[in-house]
Nanobody
Framework: QVQLVESGGGLVQPGSSLRLSCAAS????????VAWFRQAPGKEREGVSC????????YYVDSVKGRFTISRDNTDNSVNLLMNSLKPEDTAIYFC???????????????????????WGLGTHVTVSS
């Protein structure tokens, strides 16, 4: 089972960009469906984006479509989230999560529900403020 480590968070101004990385400190992310979630103070954890194990198909919540891009980097065993045109409402702790794809069908599984994921990182803080 992989262990996940997020990095890349920080304090930026509105309109700026950040690139978050979810790396596997042990094992490989090949064969896992991976998602990014975020949790703002006083709010529930929200699914932001996910990418399938098979064919790396991306999926986004409506609020980030056109601004965020999720991708796999097999050279460093990571899943990255490029966040452009950041807004104050993007401020949150960002978590990556993974679920092993144990069948052919599971490699195209899409979910942004936190309850569907087994493995979680500790998160990285993103603050968007002027």
């Amino acid at each position: 089972q992989v262990q996940l480590v997020e990095s890349g968070g920080g304090l930026v101004q509105p309109g700026s960009s950040l690139r978050l990385s979810c790396a596997a400190s042990t094992g490989t992310l090949d064969g896992y469906n991976v998602a990014w979630f975020r949790q703002a103070p006083g709010k529930e954890r929200e699914g932001v984006s996910c990418i399938t194990s098979g064919y790396s198909v991306p999926y986004y919540v409506d609020s980030v479509k056109g601004r965020f891009t999720i991708s796999r980097d097999n050279t460093d065993n990571s899943v990255n989230l490029l966040m452009n045109s950041l807004k104050p409402e993007d401020t949150a702790i960002y978590f990556c999560a993974a679920k092993p794809a144990t069948s052919v069908m599971a490699r195209l599984w899409v979910s942004l529900s936190p309850d569907d994921y087994d493995i979680w990182g500790l998160g990285t803080h993103v603050t968007v403020s002027s």
